[in-house]
């Protein structure tokens, strides 16, 4: 199921990584940055509906489809709400942030919420029954849909307005082929609200202040900093959360439905979890760390001139990802559990510490110090974080820390060797010298964390993990080709 998702994750990335390139270069910092105002004001009003009953369904084994048809129906409501808040806020809002463009954007977004609340809630049952082939063809239409869209118009337009259409098409495409995509034909029917709403409660307290977490800061740094800014700091936060977006909230994805049929066996969700970190501390350790140490130069090739001042950002916000990536899988844990009240406390204890930071740093240096306040509060909660993981699978920090030492200390290796060698190489001038020193640079990392991996895993005894499984699936691909 991961390896479904993540394979899902890199598509989109891939098709995201071409839109992000060719929009950077037809539109500018300021498009993107009215653009994420208006979408921080829509993830306000979407918090009303912010129960997360999707996640209810899977942590309820027997949910009936009487439990289907009320998350629908509650789902519609909000959306309704949510379309006629933003009709009255355009105005407001706009008047606010000293910019008319954003009341016509948001009268259009409007439309978002509405369609997004009426998507079919059958699809659910492709994670539950954990059936991920079906939901990768479902994600990857949406996308491919929204993509075309988006591009065009881009090459047609060459303004902010190809973004707002091509959030547009992604809802209305995730809408229709929901229907499409499983047979599930939803009902009106309130009947099993106090069972959702009781587990949701939770669910919907985290969701806020997970809002509070990811949207304070475009708030912030918009009203501060102004709108270039915010632009620079949006794209500079989604590059440096790869590790997050592109590999552990995937598996997270994927992950969930088996560890709530775990839930019951804390041994056997322990051993579970032990497995999925060690994997994405694999994977993740090195994509983090080797974004933070070539965004000089993936900047200026990728993304163009206008963004160089997002390097420092990058540079910052990636060890943030990095942070975020080996703390990601604990939520999924919590909530097999049954226990999303943790959830809720551990968001609303960083928020504490964030969104201080985040104003202060603002404050002080704009949106790089709104940066360094995102990656302070970080630091200090992922101990606390580990530390209530621990005690729900009722185990020690060993277990994780032998889980995570080699692919931590085989990044750091790679890390200061990719810095070195990106010394020795000077500086790039051209497209062509920096796709060199690009290409250079990802061989050189790809090739030293490899080695250093294996290394200390030989040393180490060989032991069973993420290694292991790794080179068990190359050997049964390799087998599995020669068979052929």
């Avoid at 909000?78 to 008047?95: D, Y």
């Avoid at 190809?162 to 229907?179: D, K, M, Q």
């Avoid at 990802?321 to 559990?337: D, R």
């Avoid at 985040?358 to 200090?380: D, E, M, R, S």
Wanted: hydrophobic share 55%; glycine share 8%; proline share 4%.
């Amino acid at each position: 199921g991961a390896a479904w998702m993540v394979s899902f994750k890199f598509i989109e990335r891939s098709i995201g990584l071409v839109s992000t390139i060719v929009l950077a270069r037809l539109l500018v910092p300021e498009d993107f940055g009215l653009v994420a105002l208006a979408m921080a004001v829509i993830a306000v009003l979407e918090l009303l509906g912010a129960f997360s009953f999707d996640l209810v369904l899977i942590q309820k084994q027997q949910a009936d489809r009487t439990y289907y048809d009320t998350a629908w129906t509650f789902n519609v409501i909000v959306g309704i709400a949510a379309a006629a808040g933003l009709l009255l806020l355009a105005q407001p809002v706009a008047t606010f942030y000293n910019d008319a463009r954003l009341e016509m954007i948001m009268y259009l977004l409007a439309l978002s919420p509405l369609v997004d609340g009426m998507q079919n809630i059958g699809v659910v049952a492709f994670r539950k029954d954990m059936q991920f082939h079906k939901e990768f063809a479902f994600l990857l239409t949406k996308k491919l849909l929204a993509f075309g869209v988006t591009l065009t118009l881009a090459l047609w337009l060459q303004n902010y307005w190809a973004l707002i259409f091509g959030v547009l098409t992604g809802r209305l495409a995730s809408t229709a082929l929901s229907y499409w995509a499983h047979p599930f034909r939803p009902r009106i029917t309130l009947s099993k609200r106090a069972e959702l709403l009781h587990f949701s409660f939770w669910l919907f307290l985290t969701n806020v202040a997970n809002f509070v977490t990811n949207r304070a800061p475009d708030f912030v740094v918009g009203k501060i900093a102004g709108a270039h800014s915010l632009g620079l700091f949006s794209i500079a936060y989604e590059v440096s959360n790869m590790p997050t977006t592109e590999l552990v909230a995937p598996i997270n994805r994927a992950v969930f439905p088996g560890y709530a049929k775990l839930s019951n066996d804390v041994a056997a969700l322990r051993t579970g979890y032990l497995d999925v970190v060690g994997l994405i501390g694999v994977f993740a350790i090195p994509v983090g760390l080797g974004i933070a140490a070539t965004a000089s130069v993936f900047v200026p090739l990728v993304l163009g001139d206008k963004w160089l001042d997002a390097i420092v950002l990058i540079e910052v916000l990636a060890f943030y990802g990095l942070f975020n990536a080996v703390e990601g899988n604990t939520g999924s844990v919590y909530l097999a559990q049954g226990k999303p009240k943790i959830n809720a406390y551990l968001v609303f204890a960083l928020n504490v510490i964030r969104l201080p930071a985040v104003i202060i740093g603002a404050t002080l240096g704009g949106a790089f110090g709104a940066a360094c306040g995102i990656l302070l509060a970080a630091a200090v909660m992922v101990p606390v974080n580990l530390t209530m993981v621990f005690r729900c699978l009722e185990m020690g920090p060993r277990g994780f820390i032998g889980a995570m030492w080699r692919p931590l200390l085989a990044g750091t290796i790679m890390f200061g060797t990719v810095l070195q060698f990106k010394n020795l190489l000077g500086p790039a001038e051209g497209i062509g010298a920096l796709l060199l020193h690009l290409l250079s640079l990802v061989t050189c990392g790809a090739l030293v964390y490899t080695l250093s991996v294996l290394i200390f895993w030989i040393l180490a005894g060989r032991p069973q993990g993420a290694e292991t499984a790794v080179l068990n699936k190359l050997r049964d691909r390799v087998a599995r080709w020669q068979n052929t």
